[in-house]
Antibody, heavy 121, light 108 residues
Framework: QITLKESGPTLVKPTQTLTLTCTFS??????????VGWIRQPPGRALEWLAH???????YYSPSLKSRLTITKDTSKNQVVLTMTNLDPVDTATYYC?????????????WGQGALVTVSP | DIQMTQSPSSLSASVGDRVTITCRAS??????LNWYQQKPGRAPKLLIY???SLQSGVPSRFSGSGSGTDFTLTISSLQPEDFATYYC??????????FGQGTKLEIK
């Protein structure tokens, strides 16, 4: 059974750096074809893909946010960490991590419950 | 970047109706197109992958079709639990896996 859970601060001040951790179970990030992605959703708005990382350490970022994002993995801890710098109130959103299945046309087939992050002074 | 455009943005329908949602890509994504359902306050759920493959556990009233740039998600007979927001997502461009803007399906 695959599960994922996001953790991190709920309130961040503008210009600060956000660090979110995705802790997962039921799969390994050393398995060929497997990845973990981050997707966010501002209140009342659409899903926005942010980044993903694969078992082979290939990393991909949203072009509009690439300069602010870093994604890393720790296979020994079953964790993926997303760092976003220079936060702004428009970054207020629910942040999801999801299992990326490279053997199912790179679909996000399991999702965490999401973590709401508010950016406010 | 490949842009994904869904239509309509919102849709009102009744239980038992047949509903079709369209997703168009700005360039070919072959069949690397996935559909998700999201209910308020919940994480998205994968319904369809590879344009037409039904995810395990998803009712057979959901179906997907298309290839290249034009795709459809069809619900053959709407059930009360199907009222939600639906998103398409392309995974053809290895660098960017973006979503459409969503289609909100409401009860008429």
């Amino acid at each position: 059974q695959i599960t994922l859970k996001e953790s991190g601060p709920t309130l961040v001040k503008p210009t600060q750096t956000l660090t979110l951790t995705c802790t997962f179970s039921g799969f390994s990030l050393t398995t060929t074809g497997v990845g973990v992605g981050w997707i966010r959703q501002p209140p009342g708005r659409a899903l926005e893909w942010l980044a993903h990382i694969y078992w082979n350490d290939d990393r991909y970022y949203s072009p509009s946010l690439k300069s602010r994002l870093t994604i890393t993995k720790d296979t020994s801890k079953n964790q993926v960490v997303l760092t976003m710098t220079n936060l702004d109130p428009v970054d207020t959103a629910t942040y999801y991590c999801a299992h990326l299945n490279g053997n199912m046309y790179h679909s996000f087939d399991h999702w965490g419950q999401g973590a709401l992050v508010t950016v406010s002074p | 970047d490949i842009q994904m455009t869904q239509s309509p943005s919102s849709l009102s329908a009744s239980v038992g109706d047949r509903v079709t949602i369209t997703c168009r890509a700005s360039q070919s994504v072959r069949t690397y197109l996935n559909w998700y359902q999201q209910k308020p306050g919940r994480a998205p759920k994968l319904l369809i992958y590879a344009a037409s493959s039904l995810q395990s556990g998803v009712p057979s009233r959901f179906s997907g079709s298309g290839s290249g740039t034009d795709f459809t998600l069809t619900i053959s007979s709407l059930q009360p639990e199907d009222f939600a927001t639906y998103y398409c997502q392309q995974s053809s461009d290895a660098l960017v896996y973006n979503f459409g803007q969503g289609t909100k399906l409401e009860i008429k």
